[in-house]
């Protein structure tokens, strides 16, 4: 069975500075993966996905993230954060095959919290 | 172009009273799903569906109901409500089911915060 590990239910981080939130996924067929950000009281929206191809991903706002099929991980990057960037963010899995791609399986999520 | 509208935002039941969370999307979707989202557990997928008359479960169904008689709406139906079903669920759509590639991303509504006490 799939699932998806972030390893940080929480990172702060000062604004302008680098943040990586990391994810590792299990699964033993070929993954489709995805990052998605909430903000306060709204539902989620999709930063970036992986489907194939670019191991690096490039999404909105100014993050990516890398493909790394050897260590299975799904890191997310940037280079400087802004205050708005503040939010809580999940990785998700699916496998493209058990129900389609659309059957997202989640991280817990990883809380960042920038400061001035 | 509303997008995914979910009715209520807020709700507070008793324990045993049955309700219905309403989702419609405008977009012409064929995917729909409902989560629900628990502190430290990100979102965990209740029900599916992959076009108008056609449902399945998703990781946690036990003591929720779906159907999709139209291709706009999916409701998410809590029979006997219980406390541990106090969460903030979530409806989202993408526009095809299709398992290529090809993905669309799914579009998400805001939540309807469920107190069951």
């Known amino acids: 069975a799939q699932s998806v590990t972030q390893l940080d239910s929480q990172v702060p981080v000062f604004e302008e500075a680098p943040v990586e939130l990391r994810c590792n996924y299990s699964s033993s067929v070929s993954v489709y993966l995805f990052w998605y950000v909430q903000y306060p009281n709204q539902g989620l929206q999709l930063l970036l996905k992986y489907l194939s191809g670019s191991t690096l991903v490039k999404g909105i706002n100014g993050f990516e993230a890398e493909f790394n099929k050897s260590q299975t991980s799904f890191h997310l990057r940037k280079p400087s954060v802004h205050i708005s960037d503040t939010a809580e963010y999940f990785c998700a899995v699916s496998d493209g095959f058990s129900g389609g791609y659309n059957k997202l399986i989640f991280g817990a999520g990883t809380r960042l919290a920038v400061h001035p | 172009n509303a997008g995914v509208t979910q009715t209520p935002k807020f709700q507070v039941l008793k324990t045993g009273q049955s309700m219905t969370l309403q989702c419609a999307q405008d977009?012409?979707?064929?995917?729909m799903s409902w989560y629900r989202q628990d502190p430290g557990m990100g979102l965990r997928l209740i029900h599916y569906s992959v076009g108008a008359g056609i449902t399945d479960q998703g990781e946690v169904p036990n003591g929720y109901n779906v159907s999709r008689s139209t291709t706009e709406d999916f409701p998410l139906r809590l029979l006997s409500a219980a406390p541990s079903q106090t969460s903030v669920y979530f409806c989202?759509?993408?526009?095809?089911?299709?398992?290529?590639?090809?993905?669309?991303?799914?579009?998400f509504g805001d939540g309807t915060r469920l107190s069951i006490l």
């Open positions: 989202a759509s993408s526009y095809s089911a299709n398992r290529g590639p090809s993905n669309q991303p799914q579009h």
């Open positions: 977009m012409n979707h064929e995917y």
